[in-house]
């Protein structure tokens, strides 16, 4: 019989900056393959993992918006079509170590990924394959952050593993603050009340109406997503 963990079907959050590494812009390869390598030893248990990419090492809409002059929705919409850059290279990364992988976008582009449909999403699940969600929700204004939440609740995954450049969430900041603590549970209200930049307010509030944990955990510690996958305690849970 398969062993049980404590996540059966996972959505994975990436940041764009997070794929960027140490590289300045765009995606560092290491990275990408660390998350295909982490990714393949828990698919490889059986545990289902679907994958919300940012694009925030490409572009983001609402910084490019106040510099630009562009128009809001204008921006969004790039900042989106990064995201879908973000996708395909790590869909080819994973595939280039076996992982069998689909990319559904939230608008179509339909040479290069299928559409976002929910039920086919969870077929290609349940078959071991990864599935990753780009182009966010499909609507400017929102952010991928809550893209996750979103894909979360609608293909009933447990929890969104939100895998950033820092360990969790701290009391304070940690760059400016050396006696900053890191913050190891913490309620939707917490994070909500004391402002913690963790997700903006409508990801964390769609997390809460719908009792979605979020796990927040520094990627770049070797091993950390595997352990994030099988419920393992890394960086900060948060949750009712
Ligand atoms: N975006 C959007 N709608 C969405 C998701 C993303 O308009 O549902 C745009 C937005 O401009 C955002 C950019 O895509 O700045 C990149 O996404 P995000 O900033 O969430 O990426 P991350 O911070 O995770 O790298």
Not at 62 to 90: E, H, P
Not at 171 to 180: G, L
Request: charge should be positive; hydrophobic fraction near 40%; charged fraction near 20%.
């Amino acid at each position: 019989s398969k062993p049980s963990y404590k996540w059966q079907r996972v959505l994975l959050k990436v940041s764009g900056e997070a794929l960027a590494g140490d590289h300045t812009q765009n995606i560092d390869p290491k990275i990408t393959m660390a998350i295909a390598r982490e990714v393949a030893s828990v698919t490889r248990l059986g545990i289902e993992v679907a994958i919300v990419v940012g694009g925030g090492n490409i572009f983001r809409g609402a910084s490019a918006a106040g510099n630009s002059g562009l128009d809001r929705s204008s921006a969004d919409y790039i900042g989106m079509l990064a995201t879908v850059m973000n996708a395909i290279f790590l869909q080819a990364t994973m595939e280039s170590i076996g992982i069998p992988t689909r990319v559904q976008t939230a608008f179509r582009m339909s040479e290069v990924a299928e559409p976002y449909i929910r039920r086919r999403a969870v077929r290609h699940l349940e078959k071991g394959r990864v599935v990753i969600f780009a182009a966010g929700t499909g609507n400017p204004f929102f952010t991928t952050d809550t893209a996750a939440a979103l894909r979360c609740a609608e293909i009933n995954a447990e929890v969104v593993l939100k895998a950033t450049n820092v360990d969790g969430v701290y009391d304070d900041n940690p760059r400016r603050n050396p006696n900053a603590r890191l913050l190891h549970t913490l309620t939707y209200q917490e994070v909500t009340s004391k402002d913690l930049s963790v997700m903006d307010m409508t990801a964390i509030t769609l997390c809460q109406e719908n009792n979605i944990p979020v796990v927040v955990f520094n990627l770049n510690q070797p091993g950390n997503i595997a352990k994030a996958i099988q419920g393992e305690r890394v960086g900060t849970l948060i949750g009712g």
